[in-house]
T-cell receptor, first 113, second 114 residues
């Protein structure tokens, strides 16, 4: 079964800093990897989806990379803002499937003004 | 924009009650999912459906059942609620059963079983 790990569990940075969130997964035969944002008490919002044939995806100040061989993905946030404060989760499909996914437990980010 | 709605934001039930959680999506998505989210355990998949009347078990199906009679609606049923089912329940949908697509989530239902 796919296992997804996110370290650290929490991160606090000053506003304006560039930062990297890490995600590792055990089964490198994945179809895709997704990054989500979750605000307190709310559902998840999709940020980026990287297909297995891609190495990275960009959306505004966010850039996600995927290295299947090492079982790692990173989410880079440029010029962080207080509004970026949230929990960030990555998710990868179950081994042998592609619609059912395993989520990491998330990294809780706080951007201090 | 895709919209996924859930019938309740907060729900309080008593042990042994039958509980229905409903989820509706408005974008003709084929796949629908039910997850629960608990501190320290993250999101765990309960059930998944890729078509009307079709369902697949996820990681933790015990104590739950699901129903998908219409494409846009996916219901989670707790036949006899127990205190260990107190959790945040999240519904999601994605476009095609035959490809890898982004999942779109509803706002969640926080269920408390007393």
């Amino acid at each position: 079964k796919q296992e997804v790990t996110q370290i650290p569990a929490a991160l606090s940075v000053p506003e304006g800093e560039n930062l990297v969130l890490n995600c590792s997964f055990t089964d490198s035969a994945i179809y895709n990897l997704q990054w989500f944002r979750q605000d307190p008490g709310k559902g998840l919002t999709s940020l980026l989806l990287i297909q297995s044939s891609q190495r990275e995806q960009t959306s505004g100040r966010l850039n996600a990379s995927l290295d299947k061989s090492s079982g790692r993905s990173t989410l880079y946030i440029a010029a962080s803002q207080p509004g970026d404060s949230a929990t960030y989760l990555c998710a990868a499909p179950f081994s042998g499937g592609y619609q059912k996914v395993t989520f990491g437990t998330g990294t809780k980010l706080q951007v201090i003004p | 924009d895709v919209k996924v709605t859930q019938s309740s934001r907060y729900l309080v039930k008593r042990t042994g009650e039958k509980v229905f959680l409903e989820c509706v999506q408005d974008m003709d998505h084929e796949n629908m999912f039910w997850y629960r989210q608990d501190p320290g355990l993250g999101l765990r998949l309960i059930y998944f459906s890729y078509d009307v009347k079709m369902k697949e078990k996820g990681d933790i199906p015990e104590g739950y059942s699901v129903s998908r009679e219409k494409k846009e609606r996916f219901s989670l049923i707790l036949e006899s609620a127990s205190t260990n089912q107190t959790s945040m329940y999240l519904c999601a949908s994605s476009l095609l059963a035959s490809s890898t697509d982004t999942q779109y989530f509803g706002p969640g239902t926080r269920l408390t079983v007393l």
